[in-house]
């Protein structure tokens, strides 16, 4: 079973408007942590923003944060005031448990982001 | 600053030839990673590694196996490679924890002919 869904394969905002991202996951584990990394065409991989599962409150880390909704199991990558610079692949991931033998990072299927100028 | 290290940047191998992807952090790092990267696929977990010796299947074992013989060192090994293990392969590291990022090497493209 796939337990990290992006339903978007590729989205367009207009430079200096805000996108949303859409992530949802799947977990039994109470423990958890989310993460979205950003790919430039360049390939490297670049952290973006973490919310543990435990964390009270949204993560925001500059004009990313993420709208975090537990019930749901949703983690959207929220992007305010779009930058050409924007335009990526965005990746949700979910790492379960507390470390160890758990680690492991799962990655979703991405979305492709194009700012228009 | 993290560095995850790889071999080679692009690598073209014929069929049949036993490959080697070498992947070397220096942040001494418990986790490893081996993910393949395909083109509407995302990033899908070949191995892991959570400790020198010690491993885990992914999603996507089959065909590769991997080697964890030094703390810093993470090797992807392709026994007898076929075309359809032609991609993008990228490496990781991560500190034990569930809260810590992971770091990526740059990648390698395989091309298997």
């Known amino acids: 079973a796939q337990k990290i869904t992006q339903t978007q394969p590729g989205m367009f905002v207009q430079e200096k408007e805000a996108v949303t991202l859409d992530c949802t996951y799947d977990t039994s584990d109470p423990s958890y942590g989310l993460f979205w990394y950003k790919q430039p065409s360049s390939g490297e991989m670049i952290f973006l923003i973490y919310q543990g599962s435990y964390d009270q409150q949204n993560a925001t880390e500059g004009r990313y944060s993420l709208n975090f909704q537990k019930a749901r199991k949703s983690a959207n990558l929220v992007i305010s005031a779009s930058q050409l610079g924007d335009s990526a692949m965005y990746f949700c991931?979910?790492?379960?448990?507390?470390?160890?033998?758990?680690?492991?990072?799962?990655f979703g299927k991405g979305t492709k982001l194009s700012v228009k100028p | 600053d993290v560095k995850v290290t790889q071999s080679s940047r692009y690598l073209v191998k014929r069929t049949g030839e036993k490959v080697f992807l070498e992947c070397v952090q220096d942040?001494?790092?418990?986790?490893m990673f081996w993910y393949r990267q395909d083109p509407g696929l995302g990033l899908r977990l070949i191995y892991f590694?959570?400790?020198?010796?010690?491993?885990e299947k992914g999603d996507i074992p089959e065909g590769y196996s991997v080697s964890r013989e030094k703390k810093e060192r993470f090797s992807l090994i392709l026994e007898s490679a076929s075309t359809n293990q032609t991609s993008m392969y990228l490496c990781?590291?991560?500190?034990?924890?569930?809260?810590?990022?992971?770091?990526f090497g740059q990648g390698t493209r395989l091309t298997v002919v």
């Open positions: 590694s959570y400790d020198v010796k010690m491993k």
């Open positions: 991931a979910m790492r379960e448990g507390d470390g160890g033998s758990q680690g492991n990072l799962i």
């Open positions: 942040m001494d790092h418990e986790n």
């Open positions: 990781a590291s991560s500190l034990a924890g569930g809260r810590t990022e992971a770091f």
